[in-house]
């Protein structure tokens, strides 16, 4: 993963607005959702610098999912956008993925 | 060694949960017995893929680890000498949610085809861990549906069985596995398992130094059905007693 750019990121983000997706999230210590499929309408970045970074999703019409501590990225293989929040020592905060397709089980 | 011949028979089964399991607490337990040529199965649950560990700096994410962590696993059974490992193929931190029916009934399997003289898992009470307790009460639920009454143990941490009384045990539910000649292949797994152990500092110090951090015996706890403890310095009760005679009418 990467440091997140937030300019790419919200490129990648706006690829996954208008159709449906697949969500993994989790507050690592605390809670996790794996493959909720959505609608996604909007979808936002925000954070300045270097971050942390916050991204909000809004889906199907009357849902929200909104992230903070968000510190890193990726573009996997299969196209799928991954953010990630570590802490100073290579820790997962929280994690935030979207897919096209459902994530394996 | 003289008795390898005796010892090749003897068979050891740990059913644990995640990747890591085997070699942070109870690494030079299953390091000795393979040494002597005990046949190791390993068994777990997870690949530990909801960790929040993911190395340090972090080379991993959540879609990645699964594989990374089943890698570093065959690593940790090499330097371990553990022969064969097996995955259950459950998400992580959902153990306890899966139903308890078909999972014991795939660990009674697994007892059956291995059929070994010792069987480790976590305590279902002391395991420090919901997959650790759920997977622990499926395995002595299947020990004791396949009919096994002898040889299964639970693992615990560090030395918290040198007090048995602390947890309603006493010394005479204890192994106290002498472990200070196989601290070499303990820190070598811990190494393996890379990802995790990179956040800890104290791993990758200079060999000697790192392996002060171990310590020299780990405990197992006798489960409430087996007969009481002969030989309180080995999981193999009557079948190291035979092998120690065989071994001597082979000198």
């Not at chain 2, 002595?140 to 560090?158: H, P, V």
Request: charged share 30%.
């Amino acid at each position: 993963m990467e440091k997140i750019d937030r300019i790419q990121v919200e490129a990648e983000l706006r690829k996954f607005v208008g159709g449906p997706a697949f969500i993994h999230s989790e507050a690592t210590s605390y809670v996790f959702v794996r493959n909720f499929k959505v609608e996604i309408t909007d979808a936002f970045i925000a954070g300045d610098g270097n971050g942390p970074f916050r991204v909000a999703i809004r889906f199907d019409g009357h849902g929200w999912l909104r992230m903070e501590s968000l510190t890193d990225y990726e573009i996997d293989g299969e196209g799928r956008l991954l953010l990630a929040g570590f802490d100073d020592r290579g820790r997962m905060d929280v994690a935030l993925h979207l897919g096209k397709e459902p994530f394996s089980e | 060694m003289n008795n390898d011949n005796q010892s090749a028979a003897r068979k050891l089964l740990a059913v644990f949960a995640h990747p890591d399991d085997e070699t942070f607490i109870c690494g030079g337990t299953l390091a000795k017995y393979a040494a002597e040529g005990v046949d190791i199965t390993l068994v777990s649950a997870t690949r530990g893929e909801m960790g929040r560990r993911m190395g340090n700096p972090p080379y991993l994410n959540r879609e990645t680890i699964a594989a990374a962590r089943e890698q570093e696993l065959r690593e940790a059974c090499d330097c371990l000498g553990v022969r064969e490992l097996i995955f259950l193929d459950i998400r992580d931190k959902t153990v306890e949610f899966i139903d308890e029916e078909s999972l014991t009934a795939r660990i009674e399997i697994l007892i059956h085809e291995i059929d070994p003289d010792i069987v480790l898992t976590f305590h279902e009470q002391l395991g420090g861990h919901p997959d650790h307790c759920a997977i622990g009460k499926a395995t002595k639920a299947a020990f004791s549906r396949a009919g096994r009454r002898e040889g299964l143990y639970y693992i615990s941490f560090g030395g918290m069985m040198e007090v048995p009384e602390r947890y309603g045990y006493t010394r005479e539910d204890i192994v106290k596995v002498n472990v200070s000649g196989h601290l070499e292949a303990k820190l070598a797994a811990f190494r393996a398992h890379r990802c995790q152990s990179e956040i800890d500092e104290w791993v990758w110090l200079p060999d000697a130094e790192a392996m002060t951090r171990f310590g020299e015996y780990e405990y197992l706890i006798k489960s409430e059905e087996a007969a009481p403890i002969v030989n309180a310095s080995d999981l193999f009760q009557a079948e190291d007693s035979h092998a120690v005679l065989v071994a001597g009418v082979n000198l």
